[in-house]
């Protein structure tokens, strides 16, 4: 699990809907449910990522979710094949 209680602030749930509307339509052919969870977990992950005190702030939120997700897909492009 991810996430900590500087997502109990304004605006983070509408980084959250956003962000899980645009990610669900730009993948239609996964299930609903796995962009949910998929969503759920780097919006927590992005609020780990910052180290700053309360309140947090959605901009802020926005741009360490998309740090986050852009640091994963390029560790894993980079990683080395198995065998």
Do not use: F, K, Y
């Not at 052919?29 to 992950?45: F, K, N, Q, R």
């Not at 702030?57 to 198995?82: G, K, N, V, W, Y």
């Amino acid at each position: 699990p991810t996430g900590n209680a500087r997502l109990g602030t304004a605006g983070s749930g509408d980084v959250l809907a956003g962000w899980l509307g645009g990610t669900w339509s730009a993948q239609p052919a996964t299930a609903p449910h796995t962009v949910a969870a998929d969503t759920v977990w780097w919006h927590g992950a992005a609020a780990q990522r910052l180290a700053s005190p309360l309140p947090l702030r959605a901009a802020e939120l926005i741009d360490a979710m998309a740090a986050s997700i852009a640091d994963a897909t390029s560790a894993t492009a980079h990683a080395p094949e198995p065998g």
